[in-house]
């Protein structure tokens, strides 16, 4: 388990509201050009760091061009953003930046923080690099071939292995995708693949594809996986978020996965922008104490914003909302 972090942000749920998911009333927290040079920040990761928070956030110029940036607060609201990207070395201390990066994750597992993004390797796929103090950042082999995306972290080893989910892509938009499951012993070898969810289930928002978004939660009965859904009307692609549960020991498993969405695209900072109807998390801020939830969401490729749960309420709409699961994997693996 985590930390408590009492100093998280937070909202109350209005009174008589029966919501899964509520947000922030002063989104979006970060708005259009932020930083000089910068047209847009979101889909970006937050994480508690010596007392303050610090974020690694999906910036793109005026050209288009994505790449990570630091930024720093002290009450994960209001963010300074670094006015130049992150640099990233290899293991011998040479330059090694991609040719782009986007939609970051950032965990903690044991003393190390690890960014995972996706990065161009001839395609996209999942790019990994690690730090102990945000100053030094050692960028590690490609995780996987192309094409992947949505590389996601377990915030802690399970087996003495190390865990990422991910999904399988292609070189475009991707108008397919399941949830997969890997291991590694030395984050260089990843192996015993499983599948984990497929897209679909019985909610249309799901049918076209699903991907992980932040670190799985660990709570007494497994893990709590936030994830997005997608679906696609006759004006696009419409991004969504849902909510499961994966066995504690075996994360391949799924045991609750709640058949409706929990939060989707509705207020204008969500629905107008770069790439419209898109909510898409990607990080999450937890006090165990409290049971208090801050999720981090890009909004219509455009803007950061915050939204507030309790782990109670996201564990118990899971488990009533619970829907058949395809569990071929556990057949054919």
């Not at 009174?15 to 889909?43: C, H, L, T």
């Not at 290899?90 to 960014?115: C, M, S």
């Not at 995306?149 to 802690?156: A, I, S, Y």
């Not at 922008?273 to 999450?284: E, K, R, T």
Request: aromatic share 14%; hydrophobic share 35%.
């Amino acid at each position: 388990m985590a930390l408590n972090l009492k100093n998280i942000p937070w909202e109350d749920r209005l009174e008589g509201s029966d919501q899964v998911i509520w947000r922030y009333s002063k989104n979006p927290i970060i708005k259009r050009n932020p930083v000089k040079g910068v047209a847009r920040i979101f889909n970006s990761a937050v994480i508690p760091y010596k007392g303050s928070y610090i974020g690694v956030f999906r910036a793109e110029t005026t050209e288009t061009l994505p790449h990570l940036r630091l930024g720093y607060s002290k009450d994960a609201i209001s963010w300074e953003i670094d006015s130049k990207p992150i640099e990233f070395i290899d293991e011998e201390g040479k330059t090694y930046n991609p040719n782009y990066a986007y939609d970051p994750r950032l965990v903690l597992i044991d003393d190390t923080y690890y960014i995972i993004w996706c990065t161009d390797f001839f395609g996209p796929t999942i790019g990994l690099a690690k730090t102990k103090d945000f100053k030094t950042f050692i960028r590690l082999e490609n995780s996987f071939l192309p094409f992947n995306r949505n590389g996601v972290l377990f915030p802690k080893k399970i087996n003495d292995e190390f865990l990422m989910l991910s999904r399988v892509s292609d070189n475009g938009h991707t108008p397919f995708g399941d949830i997969f499951l890997s291991s590694s012993k030395d984050l260089t070898y990843w192996g015993k693949h499983r599948h984990v969810m497929s897209k679909g289930g019985k909610g249309w928002w799901q049918g076209l594809k699903i991907g992980g978004g932040p670190a799985p939660i660990e709570i007494d009965i497994g893990w709590l996986l936030i994830y997005h859904g997608v679906t696609q009307t006759c004006n696009g692609y419409v991004y969504s978020m849902g909510v499961a549960i994966l066995d504690k020991d075996e994360p391949s498993k799924v045991l609750y996965r709640a058949k409706d969405y929990i939060l989707t695209p509705e207020k204008d900072y969500e629905t107008t922008g770069f790439v419209p109807n898109v909510v898409f998390p990607c990080s999450v801020l937890v006090d165990y104490e409290t049971n208090r939830v801050a999720i981090y969401y890009g909004a219509a490729d455009t803007y950061v914003a915050v939204a507030f749960s309790t782990l109670d309420i996201l564990t118990e709409f899971a488990i009533k909302n619970n829907e058949l699961v395809n569990r071929d994997h556990e057949l054919e693996k």
